[in-house]
């Protein structure tokens, strides 16, 4: 199985996400790697002793975990965080990429944050953990049916393992079906309802193909603010995590990381999974 990917700074911040990887290496049975970047613009001295220190924190790190792992590998490079995160992600071919809070603080010119930068580009899904949220048995998924939204259905089925995973689909009903009143509008999103369940089921069935257990999957159809609806959701439902594409349907391209995704990553409710 390709690897998890967990990159850390070694602060007390990053602790969140490396017990979070450990743990869903363990559930998953993957192996994982532990990732540090040194800033290749030090002095070399000061370079290679930040390196051996790095080894040392990060297993220091993984020891303070409750899970014993088979396969772990600290891996500690020099260059620019963002292309190193995104480079060994790529080369490892990593199943899962997975940051903390911290990274949130880390301004790059005019291009936002590390986090972010990394949302934008990565290969894979970028899980990011805003704290201890327990076992994640429970998620909430933001489906639009676009390509995104189906890789995001995809990783948060392969984490959760079989657990219970709430589909949240969001859709307005065209203005003469409003002016007709509510009862119009009700009909309108049960007709949505039947319809997208159909669909639901066929990315169901995509899982039973790639061998992924199948999650207990519901599906609910609301109007209404798309981020005020998934705040409700969150707040109701309280989920180990919610998952979503980088961007909708009408998304204005793969390198721009939609406006949703952004604004959870910013002020995350919970933990959020991002897919391409």
Excluded: W
């Excluded at 002095?43 to 790190?61: N, T, W, Y």
């Excluded at 993984?62 to 899970?67: A, F, K, S, V």
């Excluded at 088979?70 to 020099?78: E, G, I, M, T």
């Amino acid at each position: 199985m390709s690897p998890l990917i967990v990159a850390s700074d070694l602060s007390p911040e990053s602790d969140a996400a490396v017990r979070r990887a450990c743990m869903l290496a363990a559930r998953l049975k993957a192996p994982l790697i532990a990732l540090h970047t040194v800033d290749d613009q030090l002095p070399l001295a000061i370079q290679d002793k930040a390196c051996v220190e790095a080894r040392q924190l990060l297993s220091e790190q993984l020891g303070r975990c409750q899970e014993t792992l088979a396969d772990v590998q600290l891996l500690v490079q020099r260059g620019p965080v963002t292309q190193t995160i995104l480079h060994a992600a790529s080369e490892h071919r990593a199943l899962l990429l997975i940051m903390g809070q911290h990274h949130q603080h880390s301004p790059e010119l005019f291009i936002g944050t590390t986090l972010e930068r990394v949302s934008r580009l990565a290969s894979v899904p970028v899980l990011l953990v805003a704290g201890d949220q327990g076992d994640y048995d429970k998620a909430l998924l933001a489906l639009d049916f676009s390509t995104c939204a189906s890789e995001a259905l995809r990783c948060a089925a392969l984490v959760l393992q079989g657990g219970q995973l709430h589909a949240l689909h969001l859709c307005n009903a065209p203005l003469g079906t409003r002016l007709a009143g509510a009862d119009a509008c009700e009909v309108y999103l049960r007709e949505q309802q039947e319809s997208l369940h159909y669909l639901l089921e066929d990315e169901l069935e995509t899982l039973d193909l790639l061998g992924t257990p199948r999650p207990n999957a519901d599906l609910q159809v609301r109007s209404g603010e798309v981020r005020a609806e998934l705040e409700g959701a969150i707040a109701t439902l309280h989920p180990g995590f919610i998952a979503l594409g980088s961007h909708s349907r009408s998304g204005m391209g793969e390198a721009l990381l939609g406006s949703l995704a952004l604004a959870l990553l910013r002020e995350p409710p919970c933990d959020v999974l991002v897919a391409r």
